[in-house]
């Protein structure tokens, strides 16, 4: 995945509903990740963007996946976005952010810089970088940091600097996410006259108000969505045509309930001795639907009814769907407990790409949800009970073709999304074409 020069090309931002897409960046190829989304690319007719040597000559690629140390992480959604001709950036000082906007031939977005800069977050950042790039030696058996100062090279103790280190990460993290609308809490659409439209999660306006919002995004037609997740890509995706997949909760809750239902007819249809093999299925599914339904009387996000009533009442038309899947995590910190949906299951974290034929291309998640149930493609095939077709068939009005990633040993299914949180959505950021 060489990235060639495209510098003298100027990115008009097109919204990001279902677009033909000239790229993807992504910021790790993790997993093989980046490598399998770009085996779609090739037929899709899309590059994937994963730096490896560009003509600065810096290397930039990484094959791990990191959220911590480095402060783009893994998540490209979450860190740049276009906007028209402007990028939208975590981090401006960041030396993949200055590649990618030269790369593209974008501006830096006013507001959005204005707005760093009252809240110093370049110093905030080149200080934390400072701390990251110290030199550390080990005298018996002790590790020390080598701090340059007036009077020369003085040694202080690591656990000195991992303090420090501990404080400005959390006060840079505190900053960027005052400063930066992370792309997985917006998406850009257009209207049926050709305007752009944004969506964009309620929380966003703690941090912005509807008038700066207009000018960062460019565009008069802003709708608020409340928050069913921590972002807006976990619960909804828009498509063409004003047309928006919603996450819908009690479909899932129903399918489980009809899962059960065709597992149990068909334990009673098999003899006596063939029974025990399908009691743990039975039991499997007996719990996560009464889970689900537990979960969703307790969920302290918003409920997706009135996600889709909002959609409709913005002209948007939503498309229910069996979609996610999760569990909720209660976080306590110094103030109220903040509340986790940990992602078991999630199709609607997804890219949508217009292909040459026109055909809306879906790409999403591999769910490993069946295979904990104890779904063998046996009795998937003798009850008709199957999450992903379930998915397709919800879909098959609006999208042509769907792909589901899913990285080696089914990474994303077993880790990224119940771990991190997240999916393939959060791990690229589209390039119009």
């Known amino acids: 995945m060489n990235i060639q020069n495209y510098s003298n090309n100027q990115t008009n931002f097109k ?102 800069e009252e809240l110093g977050l370049n110093n905030a950042s080149q200080y934390v970088d400072l701390l990251y790039n110290l030199p550390i030696v080990t005298k018996n058996g002790k590790e020390f940091v080598q701090v340059l100062t007036d009077d020369g090279i003085v040694e202080l103790s690591k656990s000195v600097l991992d303090a420090e280190l501990k404080v400005n990460v959390d006060i840079l993290k505190n900053i960027s996410n005052q400063c930066h609308i992370k792309g997985g809490n917006y998406f850009l659409t257009k209207g049926q006259n050709g305007e752009d439209e944004l969506l964009i999660g309620q929380n966003e306006l ?81 719990t996560y639907a009464n889970a689900i339904k537990n979960i969703l009387g307790k969920n302290p996000y918003a409920n997706m009814k009135d996600i889709e009533q909002t959609l409709i009442k913005s002209g948007y038309e939503p498309i229910k769907v069996p979609g996610r899947l999760f569990e909720i995590y209660g976080e306590k910190g110094d103030g109220p407990t903040q509340y986790v949906l940990k992602q078991l299951h999630n199709y609607i974290n997804a890219i949508v790409h217009v292909n040459d034929k026109g055909e809306t291309v879906y790409i999403t998640n591999k769910s490993t949800l069946d295979e904990r149930l104890g779904l063998t493609k046996e009795i998937q095939k003798e009850t008709g009970f199957n999450l992903e077709k379930a998915f397709r068939d919800a879909v098959k009005p609006y999208v042509d073709k769907i792909y589901f990633v899913s990285g080696e040993e089914n990474v994303i299914g077993n880790k990224l999304l119940p771990e991190y949180y997240g999916g393939i959505h959060c791990m690229t950021m589209e390039v119009p074409k």
């Open 206 to 286: 703690k941090k912005f108000s509807i008038a700066q919002l207009k000018e960062m995004f460019q565009t008069d037609n802003i709708h608020v969505i409340p928050q069913a997740d921590y972002h807006l890509d976990l619960f909804i995706r828009p498509l063409k045509d004003k047309k928006v997949i919603v996450a819908d909760d009690e479909m899932m809750s129903k399918l489980f309930d009809e899962g059960l239902e065709k597992v149990k007819k068909l334990i009673l249809s098999k003899p006596q001795s063939e029974r025990g093999q399908y009691r743990n299925v039975y039991i499997n599914l007996a």
């Open 15 to 116: 919204g990001y509903d279902a677009r033909r897409l000239k790229a993807l960046v992504m910021n790790t190829n993790y997993a093989g990740i980046a490598d399998e989304v770009k085996k779609i690319g090739d037929i899709e007719n899309f590059k994937v963007f994963l730096i490896e040597k560009n003509p600065l000559g810096f290397n930039l690629k990484s094959d791990k996946f990191e959220l911590s140390k480095s402060h783009n992480g893994a998540w490209a959604q979450d860190t740049w976005g276009i906007v028209k001709n402007t990028l939208l950036a975590r981090d401006n000082m960041d030396s993949k952010t200055q590649f990618w906007r030269a790369l593209f031939n974008l501006e830096k977005n006013s507001v959005q810089v204005q707005t760093q």
